[in-house]
């Protein structure tokens, strides 16, 4: 670029802009063309004169329909020259109570369907009465405890002595974690019947051990009185009751 600047630097004296004019050359026969600036502006108001004398003349504003929403809008709105301020606590509220309702049809309908779901994945009643266990009382003697398995559960039954009897009917029930009186424990206060399940963490405790001379969980500790209820330990509650009849004085059905 440097080396095309410098070799022009010896011509600098031709190079030089002038100013002249061409005479325009018009071939013999032909006419010479007329200017057409001043005329534009006239022939675009003849053209605009013709279309508006024979079609009309359309503008933007006027030419576009524009649909009617009467048929979506409130009645409290439909009029332009109203304000909406006046009635929109109404229209507020009328938003809120259906959104509540629909909100509410929705939480029940699929409450329904859940519990259709859970329930038919559950045990049917034939199931549940396989699942029923007959003990014979005789066959566990007085002071004793003896385990059955049941739905998959060790089931404890404990034939108790008056003196276990009396002392468990004689705990006040405000020294109790887990307050329940040993009658409301019991059909037979000759009979307890618990499920063996530790209800801290799940495990079997042991019977006629523990401080108070019920159950006693090795796990962590926690101690039951003959009554299976929890009296030390981190255990929260009483050991689990299940639902059991006597159909005589020999014979208990659990389940």
């Known amino acids: 670029m440097l080396a095309l600047?410098?070799?022009c630097g010896t011509l600098s004296p031709s190079l030089r802009a002038t100013k002249g004019t061409t005479k325009n050359v018009v071939l013999p026969g032909i006419k010479e063309l007329t200017s057409v600036v001043g005329k534009t502006k006239d022939s675009l108001a003849s053209m605009l004169a013709l279309l508006t004398k024979y079609g009309g003349l359309r503008l933007a504003h006027t030419d576009i329909k524009l649909p009617d929403f009467s048929d979506y809008r409130r009645p409290e709105v439909i009029d332009a020259n109203k304000s909406s301020k006046d009635s929109s606590d109404g229209r507020r509220a009328f938003s809120y109570l259906l959104t509540g309702a629909t909100t509410v049809v929705g939480v029940y309908a699929a409450k329904t369907v859940v519990t259709?779901?859970?329930?038919?994945?559950?045990?049917?009643?034939?199931?549940?009465?396989l699942s029923k266990i007959e003990i014979k009382l005789g066959d566990i003697p007085e002071g004793k405890n003896m385990t059955f398995k049941w739905r998959g559960k060790p089931l404890f039954v404990r034939h108790r002595t008056d003196k276990e009897i009396a002392a468990e009917e004689a705990v006040n029930l405000g020294e109790l974690r887990d307050p329940q009186h040993d009658k409301d424990r019991v059909l037979n206060p000759r009979w307890v019947i618990v499920l063996g399940v530790c209800t801290h963490l799940g495990c079997v405790p042991i019977a006629n051990a523990g401080d108070y001379g019920g159950y006693y969980c090795p796990c962590h500790g926690s101690h039951y009185d003959a009554s299976g209820r929890i009296r030390k330990g981190p255990a929260p509650l009483n050991l689990e009751v299940p639902f059991y009849e006597f159909p005589d004085d020999d014979t208990v059905i659990v389940g």
Request: glycine share 6%; proline share 0%; charged share 10%.
């Open 116 to 129: 259709q779901f859970v329930s038919s994945m559950s045990a049917s009643a034939d199931v549940l009465a």
């Open 5 to 7: 600047v410098g070799r």
